[in-house]
């Protein structure tokens, strides 16, 4: 008698089962104001970038890199806004780098767990319509010799999706006309009576001369 027959072949002594490693990651980025809206001169827009591991394999660690040299042409970075967060705790910082036009973090990420990064711009005053500020982000991530390469919805290839870009345009208000309006002269009612008694003065002209002709025959 058999402990492992076609019957039974589930107990532990009968089996083996391994699930393979599928590790992955998904980014989203939003704002506040909310992409697509116009921004003033002098505003600050807040950024937040949730990176979430969505595999079965930590992340060790997990990489995100955010471009903003399409947004500090015209606006500058807010110092020490850069923060970070793995749940409700406190992470190390994204580092920046402004003169390169770079956010960028590292941090080990665990199966399930969600990763928070947040900073904050200003527009510049000098902004104008025809300016945009447009920011990218891409995830990715290391594992283990022999792993598959982390799946991200943000990669290079199509970081334009609307998970990975935020985009904003100044409002500029229209400049006010610097031409003096003309003087008032009066009312339209006072014009009409110019113009009537002008009108007046001409026939009493006139009369005047047809008497005078009329003298002389």
């Not at 532990?12 to 599928?22: A, F, G, S, Y």
């Not at 970075?77 to 967060?85: D, I, L, Q």
């Not at 036009?101 to 947040?118: H, P, Q």
């Amino acid at each position: 008698v058999s402990n492992c027959t076609p019957e039974d072949g589930q107990k532990p002594d009968c089996t083996t089962e391994h699930v393979p490693n599928d590790p992955g990651m998904h980014v989203k980025k939003s704002s506040d104001p909310a992409s697509g809206e116009r921004v003033n001169p002098g505003q600050e827009i807040s950024y937040s970038v949730q990176v979430k591991n969505t595999g079965n394999v930590d992340l060790k660690p997990a990489k995100v890199d955010d471009d903003l040299s399409d947004v500090l042409d015209n606006a500058t970075f807010v110092e020490g806004s850069a923060k970070a967060k793995i749940g409700d705790a406190d992470a190390a910082a994204p580092s920046v780098d402004t003169k390169a036009a770079k956010l960028n973090w590292r941090g080990e990420l665990k199966v399930g767990e969600t990763a928070t990064l947040t900073y904050k711009v200003k527009v510049n005053a000098n902004v104008t319509g025809k300016d945009k500020l447009v920011n990218v982000v891409v995830g990715t991530g290391d594992v283990p010799p022999g792993v598959p390469p982390v799946v991200s919805n943000c990669t290079p290839e199509d970081g334009q999706k609307p998970d990975c870009t935020t985009e904003h345009t100044p409002l500029i208000p229209p400049v006010p006309s610097t031409t003096p309006p003309l003087a008032t002269t009066g009312s339209s009612l006072n014009g009409m009576a110019v113009v009537a008694g002008a009108l007046v003065l001409l026939a009493a002209g006139g009369v005047v001369v047809a008497q005078g002709r009329r003298r002389k025959i």
